[in-house]
């Protein structure tokens, strides 16, 4: 099991333990433009920096289709049975802005994502450079790279050159099954009112780096905590805690998964 997912939210007068079951691939995407270099007085028409920014923008700007993966679509089922309600993915987005579940975190796991971090470009305010580049952060569902890959260079057209670099594919393991029985069992016995509740978790864990020898692994630290509580938002965070009675819960949850595993 790895360090993210098990923290408690609220659904309706239910308590869901969030499990990853699956996760997004990550990698890099570097993206640069060219153009004719000379000074700032003589401008031109192909500005490296105007048609890195064109990616950018176009890129940035851009919102990926919900991808009705396997881990999601468990996600959805779950919750429809908990509110009473049917739920498809595309009634996912605004369910999780009504109810305030978990929201960025759940959310980010519904669809491929590429956001901009670095830009670059010139030395100098007077110049215009030869050559300018562009980064980004993207994180894929599993199922989809070729599509993701396709959709972003037909945002960008043919003005710049797309290296994709850093690449860790996306893993999945079952919605279903013995072991997370055993989960739910547990946390049963802790929590009467806590059900295991399965979705795609947008980060990484070493989950990723086991997956490559075979060993399946879920996202998993069992914390029961006060609904108002962000345990996904206080990850790496400078005052990164959680409460003393969360400890206590996992603890022992802990422990009845470890005997009955």
Known sequence: MSEVGGFSVPFGDRRGYLVATAEKGVGRLDVTARGSAGHGSRPTSDNAITRVARAVAAIGEHRFPLEPTTAVEAFARRVSELLGETLTVDDLPAALDRLGIAGPLVAAG??????????????????????????????????????????????????????????????EAASEGPLLD????????????????????????????????????????????????????????????????????????????????
Do not use: C
């Not at 491929?112 to 569902?141: L, M, W």
């Open 110 to 171: 519904l669809r491929n994502t590429v956001s901009p971090t670095v830009i670059a470009g010139g030395y100098k305010s007077n110049v215009i450079p030869a050559e300018a580049t562009a980064q980004f952060d993207v994180r894929v569902v599993p199922g989809a790279e070729e599509r993701l890959r396709a959709e972003v260079e037909a945002l960008v057209g043919e003005e710049v050159e797309l290296r994709w670099d850093r690449w860790i594919p996306p893993i």
């Open 182 to 261: 055993v989960f739910a069992s547990a946390l049963a016995a802790e929590d009467p009112d806590g059900v295991l509740v399965p979705f795609l978790m947008p980060a990484s864990t070493d989950n990723k780096h086991l997956a490559r020898i075979g060993v399946t692994g879920y996202g998993f630290v069992p914390l029961r905590t006060d609904a108002d509580f962000d345990a996904f938002g206080h990850y790496h965070a400078v005052d990164e805690r959680i409460p003393l009675d969360a400890l206590a819960f996992s603890v022992r949850t802990t422990a009845r998964i470890l005997r009955s595993a």
